[in-house]
């Protein structure tokens, strides 16, 4: 298991920041390595993200130095949706299929998680968050069709989608962590306008369902410093509380979100007029 470390950054520090700087601290460049489980920890409110691609075996989380536990879930809970064929997560002996578009919540206190393909030839690929928890909650699968959607957008404005709510009070409980997954129509390039923040959650987005040539021009930074980090195909990006995060494509895209922090509440943004961004 590899684990990347990031330390938190100060938004005075960050808007002298280069491009390759602010790509080394916030772009998690490479989600999915073939029989690896590739994870970023940031220190923005301590959130777990990555990929775990088992192909040719096996793959298990575990506990490590830099969490300081003896399994990996001792402290924490965990969502996970698979956006690749059809896998299998191991919980404590029990198996969940999770199809492509499924996802897993997790909670606290599981022992055994481990990770399979049902076909090597198009394997699994599982996409996770994982956030500190006070509390044990128990393991809910959320098929694609049980997830919550929200229909939002206008195709004047280039924003039409579909939110569908997966780790959200909507669905399952959960001690702080929130995950979801957002659909843009074709012909929709923008994620979320007018831009917001947030300060009670950090959050990261996962980047998928592009071509090879396409990009998304991901806006963060504050509303007066906006800054922007090219995203290819399946790479994420951390965003903390006090930066705006929004995005638009060269055409419709997918992403994960992943929150913690605070609260829960989805609906708690605050939004920043169009004439106040610089």
């Known amino acids: 298991m590899e684990l990347d470390i990031r330390y938190a950054n100060h938004p005075d520090d960050t808007k002298y920041y280069t491009t390759e700087e602010l790509r080394?601290?916030?772009?998690?460049?490479?989600?999915?390595?073939?029989?690896?489980?590739?994870?970023?920890?940031?220190?923005?409110?301590?959130?777990?993200?990555?990929?775990?691609?088992?192909?040719?075996?096996?793959?298990?989380?575990?506990?490590?130095?830099?969490?300081?536990?003896?399994?990996?879930?001792?402290?924490?809970?965990?969502?996970?949706?698979n956006i690749g064929g059809d896998g299998v997560i191991v919980l404590d002996g029990k198996e969940y299929?999770?199809?492509?578009?499924?996802?897993?919540y997790v909670g606290r206190g599981t022992k055994e998680v481990i990770f399979k393909s049902a076909d090597p030839k198009n394997p699994a690929k599982f996409y996770v968050n994982s956030a500190s928890a006070h509390k044990e909650y128990p393991t809910v699968q959320i098929e694609f069709d049980k997830?919550?959607?929200?229909?939002?957008?206008?195709?004047?404005?280039?924003?039409?989608?579909?939110?569908?709510?997966?780790?959200?009070?909507?669905?399952?409980?959960?001690?702080?962590?929130?995950?979801?997954?957002?659909?843009?129509?074709?012909?929709s390039a923008w994620n979320t306008m007018p831009s917001h923040t947030h300060e009670r959650r950090m959050e990261v987005y996962f980047y998928f369902d592009m071509g090879e040539n396409d990009k998304v021009f991901h806006m963060m930074g504050q509303p007066n410093e906006t800054?922007?980090?090219?995203?290819?195909?399946?790479?994420?990006?951390?965003?903390?509380?006090?930066?705006?995060?929004?995005?638009?494509?060269?055409?419709?895209?997918?992403?994960?979100?992943?929150?913690?922090?605070?609260?829960?509440?989805?609906?708690?943004?605050?939004?920043?007029?169009?004439?106040?961004?610089?």
């Open 97 to 104: 299929e999770i199809k492509s578009r499924d996802g897993l």
């Open 147 to 187: 997830a919550n959607p929200v229909k939002l957008g206008e195709a004047e404005t280039m924003n039409v989608r579909t939110i569908y709510q997966y780790v959200h009070p909507a669905v399952c409980e959960s001690c702080q962590l929130s995950m979801g997954m957002t659909v843009l129509e074709p012909q």
């Open 24 to 81: 080394e601290h916030f772009l998690i460049e490479d989600v999915f390595v073939e029989d690896e489980i590739s994870l970023t920890y940031s220190h923005q409110d301590r959130i777990i993200a990555g990929g775990v691609m088992p192909v040719n075996k096996e793959l298990q989380l575990e506990g490590s130095k830099d969490l300081g536990v003896d399994f990996f879930l001792q402290g924490r809970e965990l969502g996970a949706i």
């Open 227 to 278: 800054r922007h980090i090219v995203m290819s195909n399946e790479q994420a990006v951390i965003s903390p509380s006090w930066s705006l995060h929004s995005g638009v494509g060269t055409k419709n895209y997918t992403f994960i979100w992943g929150m913690c922090g605070e609260n829960k509440e989805f609906t708690d943004m605050d939004h920043i007029p169009m004439n106040d961004l610089k």
